[in-house]
């Protein structure tokens, strides 16, 4: 594929909502990242995927965020029961091995209303 | 613990009036550093990896520069296409990448 895509774009949920994102990484990207990103802030690490494992989950927030990837390609995010706090850009990377570049997509919009 | 700090958080530049960005690092095993620039709504676009001191990459009107303790992007004659937020991050002996929270330039033409 040309480059990471990510889906929806946007999303509009209302509060206590389930919402699922998804990525398309790059073909043949071993490594891929969740980041999230709010107004003003930084990247806050979120998970990363080795191949379909996932070795550290420490930066999910809390344990509504849950996250897999399947066939070593797409990953989906899932927050169960959205708070207005987890309203941010969630950005997903993948790189050839870890160490060398990041690609990140453009990003989901979510927005808890 | 390992940290990336970008400065200054905010630069306005005259079309033409070149500046340095500032990455200031420690991390335990580099494995590369990396620039980036993100525009609005966009996700971070990769500019330049750089692996070891004394390593430079050049793109355009962008130079990168790495020490053993920061690196610098310097933007020689920008132009208001080069606005944007640059960001950095550094590659740690493990599996994590750690970012700076970005310089945001505005050129003026």
């Known amino acids: 594929g040309a480059g990471v895509s990510q889906s929806p774009s946007n999303k509009v949920t209302e509060k206590g909502k389930d919402v699922e994102l998804r990525c398309d990484p790059i073909s043949g990207h071993t490594a891929l990242y969740w980041y999230r990103q709010s107004l003003g802030q930084g990247l806050e690490f979120l998970i990363y995927f080795q191949g379909n494992s996932a070795p550290d989950k420490s930066g999910l927030p809390s344990d509504r965020f849950s996250a897999e990837r399947t066939g070593g390609s797409v990953s989906t995010l899932t927050i169960q029961r959205t708070q207005q706090e987890d309203s941010a850009v969630y950005l997903c990377a993948s790189s050839l091995e870890v160490g060398r570049p990041l690609h990140f997509g453009n990003g989901t919009r979510l927005t808890v209303t | 613990e390992d940290q990336v700090t970008q400065s200054p958080e905010a630069l306005r530049l005259q079309e033409g009036e070149s500046s340095s960005l500032n990455c200031s690092y420690t991390v335990s095993g580099l494995r590369g550093l990396f620039w980036y620039r993100q525009d609005p709504g966009k996700g971070p676009e990769f500019l330049f990896t750089?692996?070891?001191a004394g390593e430079e990459k050049e793109k355009e009107r962008l130079k990168a520069t790495l020490t053993k303790k920061e690196s610098f992007l310097h933007i020689t004659a920008p132009k208001p296409e080069d606005s944007a937020t640059y960001l950095c991050a550094v590659a740690s002996g493990t599996y994590k990448y750690i970012f700076g929270t970005g310089t945001r330039l505005k050129v003026l033409a």
């Open positions: 750089l692996y070891s």
